[in-house]
């Protein structure tokens, strides 16, 4: 200890000494630990940021403190009760249907909400005009009134005073909606709002017995201390009712996930930007040293002992680091401040945007462990090399791997990395994935650099001298190749990657989907509409495949007894139990599906109940063969066993459920029909026609256009990508700077090179041309390595996750050739222009 203190203290004096030099040789360095610190700062902050507006606005949110939904059925008088006695209740029903023009010449498909009077018992609706809400919906004459989102009066080309028709009943708009505080907590719908009051839903005649309908009952506690245990004590007291209850502090948890889901994949984003960057930092620390080797081996030959030369120059690099850092935070602290003011009116803000320490430590911590894993290494080199070998080598490259202290320092760093990646990522299992992918690409790189050095070193003798002297730059001590490959290889791979999944979703969306896709689905058709409706059908497409299954929604309670809300499920597998699923009974297995295990039940069957579960879904939730299953419907317990799995073709989108029991199971049961029409031959008159014709005849069902839902689709698809092709090109622009700096880090090597070539007679002409090739086959080369991997990630993303079928697109390929070689060559040009201009004299005189 006595020797050890006296040892820092004088390295950090000299540590200091030296940094008076300024920044020189340091701004790309500084660049790459900014940029990715910055990316996974901002990236944070943001996600904290609306995370947070959704806890703190739960109750606008809900519009109460607690939500209970019941799907088909309205609560009973106990059920209602108790709802009463807990406070104020309102109650809002919401469904899907058609609202047309009185004359019929246009319909559109609307989510119709219907609220009461208490609606809404926490935040404040909007509409334009401004007017108390009961008296916008209040009946006047034989017409109610109605509020419309905008778009519903685009769409019919109608305008605030003009009438339309909802199932059975007249409704006058009165206005526009301007903001609806729990919106977000209905979840997301393809068509826009229509809000009217419960009494004028209950004159259109939509709500029937199996109608698709949801009942919302929000209530503001008179003792806010019980919403804790408000849920057990519900579920305990009325075990049959198949309510999903929400409390405000949960009161949007699909989005709050999805938030967390997409900020996981813009920090793994973000990640990688910073390890491309520390490829940076070893090769700027690399650069460093080399131009302090005169230093180095002035301070050994003055006694200077090996651990306080390393410290010296530590000291110096984590401190350049901590300024990269600090000017990331400083991005990453901004950055709420800026994008919510382009994210409001879309996703919850917070009314007083912060600063978010925990995310700005957490990037801190990153931009630290990054820079200490790929500076120890150059470092230990600068350690190992004797001074008499300083003062004779130009380089530090040819040394041997420092010793094994600094081996696993590195790796230590490496791993404290990946375990930091892991434990703060929202789905473990993929950050595993992903750092495993990113270690295996370091690993490949590598091997494709040693690839194209082997090749170059055994090419055969090619004729052009500048030719020639590019392949032996490419393979020769000290060659460029490594960086370069390393630098702009994982960008690129990540950039194909992220390319070739965007182009796959939206080839399936307006390709092979589009074309198996049903024209349209109708939901909502009675037993004594089924017959009528089909003659509709007939006649206005009569080369039409019709498919009619009956439709129930059930919501699942348990599997083997066991509360799912108890649980815990995988992410994947979450969907199937949040809110309620369609289901259907079956006589004969489904065309679309194929069985995996299991035996399909007799015509006949009148045992248990049974059920089919789809295959995939049941792997996520840990289900197999005789495990039970216990769904509520229509306030009813019902326990199946599970009697086999099948595979569903989710991407055909025809008629696919994830349960299908046997018939003896809803014997007796009310229920409405799905049906699906389908003709690719129908042009788009055609179904005009048939949504006009089925609208009138049938005001109650629903009919759903599949190419409008489609289009929405896409539209979001698009949204997505754009977002996840700003945050590859952060990945790409650290590739970019760290090419920078490989290049740079050669610069004096080549610098040596270009003098003596020009005085063997060498012309500029010819070393640029040399310096062009060697760029070029380098970028090629990472190109293709960059295809190779990025397709096989996209395929593997594709396929196996998203389980739609994947496809090589040539244009990203040829997109990718193009960048990486506009890349390679002009920057790699840019800075040997000024190295061919140097004088010869100063230059010769160090050699």
């Known amino acids: 200890m006595r020797r050890t203190l006296p040892r820092i203290a004088i390295s950090f004096r000299l540590a200091l000494r030296e940094m008076r030099g300024g920044l020189a040789g340091f701004y790309i360095f500084l660049a790459c630990i900014a940029l990715g610190t910055g990316a996974i700062a901002a990236v944070n902050s943001v996600s904290r940021a609306i995370t947070d507006a959704i806890a703190s606005q739960g109750q606008e949110i809900l519009a109460g403190d607690v939500r209970f939904e019941l799907n088909n059925r309205e609560a009973t008088g106990e059920e209602r009760a108790f709802l009463d006695s807990l406070g104020q209740v309102s109650v809002s029903t919401s469904l899907r249907s058609m609202a047309r023009k009185p004359d019929g010449s246009d319909q559109a498909l609307v989510e119709v909400k219907a609220v009461d009077n208490a609606y809404p018992l926490y935040g404040t609706f909007g509409s334009e005009p401004s007017a108390p809400l009961v008296d916008l919906l209040a009946k006047n004459g034989d017409a109610f009134g109605a509020l419309a989102a905008p778009l519903l009066l685009e769409r019919l080309g109608i305008k605030d005073g003009d009438q339309i028709l909802l199932g059975n009943t007249r409704l006058t708009l009165r206005g526009t909606i301007t903001a609806e505080p729990d919106a977000l907590s209905d979840g997301f719908g393809f068509a826009p709002r229509l809000l009217v009051s419960r009494d004028a839903l209950v004159a259109s005649g939509l709500i029937t017995t199996g109608s698709l309908v949801e009942h919302a009952y929000k209530v503001r506690l008179d003792d806010p201390s019980t919403r804790s245990t408000l849920q057990a004590r519900a579920n305990q007291e009325f075990p049959s009712a198949g309510w999903s209850i929400r409390v405000s502090d949960r009161a949007a948890p699909s989005l709050t996930e999805n938030v967390d889901r997409f900020s996981q994949f813009l920090t793994l984003v973000g990640l990688t930007a910073l390890i491309v960057g520390g490829v940076g930092v070893a090769n700027a620390v690399r650069a460093f040293l080399d131009a302090k080797r005169t230093t180095i081996a002035t301070f050994k030959c003055l006694g200077a002992p090996a651990p306080v030369v390393t410290l010296i120059y530590l000291i110096q690099i984590l401190a350049l680091a901590g300024i990269g850092i600090v000017i990331g935070l400083v991005i990453g602290a901004v950055a709420p401040f800026v994008a919510l003011q382009f994210l409001e009116g879309v996703l919850p803000v917070p009314k007083e945007t912060t600063f978010y320490p925990s995310a700005l430590a957490l990037a801190a911590l990153f931009g630290l462990l990054i820079t200490f894993a790929f500076a120890i290494l150059p470092l230990g080199h600068a350690r190992e090399v004797p001074a008499t070998a300083l003062f004779r080598e130009q380089t530090f490259d040819n040394t041997r791997l420092p010793s094994w202290p600094y081996i696993i320092a590195a790796g230590l760093a490496l791993a404290a990395l990946a375990a930091l990646s892991i434990a703060s990522a929202e789905d473990r299992f993929i950050a595993s994935v992903f750092l495993a992918a990113v270690a295996g690409a370091f690993i490949l790189l590598r091997l494709v650099a040693v690839l194209i050095a082997t090749l170059a070193r055994r090419s055969p003798r090619v004729n052009s001298p500048a030719l020639r002297l590019a392949i032996g730059n490419i393979h020769r001590p000290g060659a460029l190749t490594p960086s370069v490959v390393l630098s702009l290889g994982l960008g690129l791979a990540l950039l194909v990657t992220l390319a070739l999944i965007d182009g796959n979703m939206r080839r399936q969306l307006t390709g092979q989907i589009a074309r198996q896709a049903p024209n349209f689905f109708f939901v909502d058709i009675q037993g004594a509409e089924r017959d009528g409706f089909l003659n509709i059908l007939k006649q206005q497409m009569p080369e039409g495949e019709v498919t009619q299954v009956p439709m129930l929604r059930g919501r699942i309670l348990a599997f083997n007894g066991q509360d799912v809300t108890q649980m815990n499920v995988p992410p994947a597998g979450r969907w199937v139990l949040r809110g309620d699923r369609g289901i259907t009974y079956e006589e004969k297995l489904p065309d679309n599906s194929t069985l995996t295990a299991g035996e399909w039940w007799p015509a006949d069957y009148s045992g248990e109940p049974l059920v089919s579960f789809s295959a995939e879904e049941a792997g996520e939730l840990g289900l197999k063969l005789g495990d039970t299953v216990t769904v509520n419907v229509l306030g009813r317990n019902i326990t199946a066993r599970i009697a086999n ?196 004299a100063p230059v010769l005189r160090e050699l």
């Open 645 to 840: 799995l099948r595979q569903v073709e989710w991407e055909s989108l025809s008629i696919n459920f994830v349960m299908v029991f046997s018939p003896n199971t809803f014997r007796g049961a009310p229920h409405a029909w799905l049906a699906t029409l389908t003709d690719p031959s129908a042009t788009a008159q055609q179904e005009a026609s048939i949504l006009r014709a089925v609208t009138n005849a049938y005001p109650t069902i629903t009919s759903v256009r599949v190419k409008d839902a489609i289009d929405i689709v896409d539209r979001l698809v698009g949204q997505l990508a754009t977002a996840i092709r700003a945050a590859a090109a952060v990945a790409l622009i650290a590739s970019v700077l760290v090419l920078s700096g490989a290049l740079a880090a050669g610069n004096r090597a080549r610098t040596h090179d270009a003098v003596i070539l020009k005085t063997l007679g060498g012309t500029r002409n010819m070393l640029m041309r040399a310096f062009s090739y060697e760029y070029m086959i380098l970028g090629a080369a990472t190109a293709v390595f960059a295809l190779f991997a990025g397709g096989i990630s996209a395929w593997f993303v594709v396929s196996r996750i998203m389980k739609i079928p994947s496809a090589f697109l040539p244009d990203v390929a040829v997109v990718t050739l193009v960048v990486s070689l506009v890349l390679t060559v002009g920057i790699g040009l840019a800075g040997t222009w000024r190295i061919l201009g140097q004088k010869a």
